[in-house]
């Protein structure tokens, strides 16, 4: 069973829509979650990054959940916009070596 | 522009030769990381640095080498390159706030 999940795996959304992506992980105990959003042909850049205490995080239209208690996090959309789409990954880090990445999601935004 | 830098962008090789993915990076990070990308499995590690001088191995490192002879570079190396080796690698680089910082990606395609 993989140690972190995502879902949907892939989502088609209006201009101007929200969504929530999911994570769902099983690795405990961890130091940091972090969703990733990646462009097409591009490397991964970090969007927001909570410890295992914090419950919320924003960057923008970004918002970053994590409910320790049922090991779930959720990344939500305002008003998307086109440049929205992308792939965005959950990360857990356990240690300083030791990062493991979703599998991602694949949010296509259209006009 | 500080950052990390991949080369080549792409490449196409036949399935037997030798090839080595550079990487370099000028943020003066002790922590780097090569990983594959191929779709629906996500980004998994391959190989790691801790610091210069020392590696490791990740989730598949069979068929790959690396090296980290000074802080800047780590260079991953296919001794005899297979076509399961056909996929989107990234390296990455992290520092003492945990943010992993990729590259643009080497697409490979062995035939």
């Known amino acids: 069973k993989n140690q972190v999940e995502q879902s949907p795996q892939s989502l088609i959304i209006l201009e101007g829509k929200n969504c929530t992506l999911q994570c769902n992980y099983t690795v405990s105990p961890f130091s940091n979650l972090r969703w990733y959003k990646q462009d097409t042909g591009r490397g991964p850049v970090s969007l927001t990054i909570?410890?295992?205490?914090?419950n919320t995080k924003s960057n923008g239209r970004y918002t970053a959940t994590l409910d320790a208690d049922t090991k779930q996090s959720s990344l939500h959309i305002t008003a998307s916009q086109l440049s929205d789409s992308a792939s965005y990954i959950c990360v857990l880090e356990t240690s300083y070596d030791k990062v493991i990445f979703g599998p991602g999601t694949s949010l296509s935004v259209i006009p | 522009i500080a950052g990390i830098t991949q080369a080549p962008t792409s490449q196409i090789l036949a399935a037997g030769r030798r090839m080595t993915l550079r990487c370099t990076q000028d943020m003066r990070h002790n922590a780097m990381y090569w990983y594959r990308q191929d779709l629906g499995l996500g980004l998994r590690l391959i190989h790691y640095s801790n610091t210069a001088g020392t590696t490791g191995k990740g989730e598949v490192p069979d068929g790959y080498s690396v090296s980290r002879a000074n802080t800047d570079d780590f260079p991953l190396t296919l001794a005899s390159a297979v076509p399961s080796q056909t996929s989107v690698y990234f390296c990455?680089?992290?520092?003492?706030?945990?943010?992993?910082?990729f590259g643009q990606g080497t697409r490979l395609t062995v035939v």
């Open positions: 990455a680089s992290r520092g003492v706030a945990g943010e992993a910082f």
């Open positions: 909570m410890t295992f205490s914090e």
